[in-house]
């Protein structure tokens, strides 16, 4: 989506193409993010995702004229009542879901993902927030083909990754007004071979690793 946008963006400010037909439906290109953020992560959150979509749907009819200004605004409640409808949805829920693949693939986007790696064969993730957060605990995982890749990104938003305490973790997190960060106490490991690799970016947001 950035790429597509950015191409679209060099191009008119270049003079190379007229692209006001094309930014025209950037919109559309968040109704896609919404949806997919909802499919990947399985729906544990509603009303983030879901907001998204209806923000750009709302902003889509706007940029084509098949909506006014007035008529989008007065409906604006609704997004409280969503909101509080996702409170208590998220009650009946469990904070974390386990997962048993060894390769897991998780995105926060305006909301949160939580999971659990139970699998003794872990190899690597991508774990992607966007305006959101996104936990992984790996304290019931082991590896066998070590190390372990992880790989981040964190946009205006969080990574946390949870690990065994005997792990030995290597951060190459690149931070871009962003934190990245090794919380767990400092302390004497029985080997020396590193367990897991953390890789990826933090742009106005954070990945941390803790135990």
Known sequence: MLIVVGLALLAETTDAYDADILLQ????????????????????????????????????????DYLAAEQVTQFWPLFVVAFGISIIVGHFR?????????????????????QRSTTAAFEGADLTALFGGVSLDLREADIEDRPATINTTALFGGCEITVP????????????FGAVEDERKRRDRDHDEIDLVVTGFAAFGGVSVSD
């Open 25 to 64: 439906y950037v919109p559309s290109l968040f109704v896609l993010l919404g949806l997919y953020a909802l499919v990947v992560s399985d729906f544990p959150n509603l009303f983030g995702p879901i907001a998204v979509v209806v923000v750009a749907v709302a902003w889509q009819l706007l940029t084509l």
């Open 94 to 114: 469990s904070h974390s879901r386990g997962v048993a693949d060894a390769f897991i693939s998780s995105v926060g986007v305006f909301g949160g993902s939580e």
């Open 165 to 176: 305490p005997e792990w030995n973790v290597r951060m190459d997190v690149l931070p871009v």
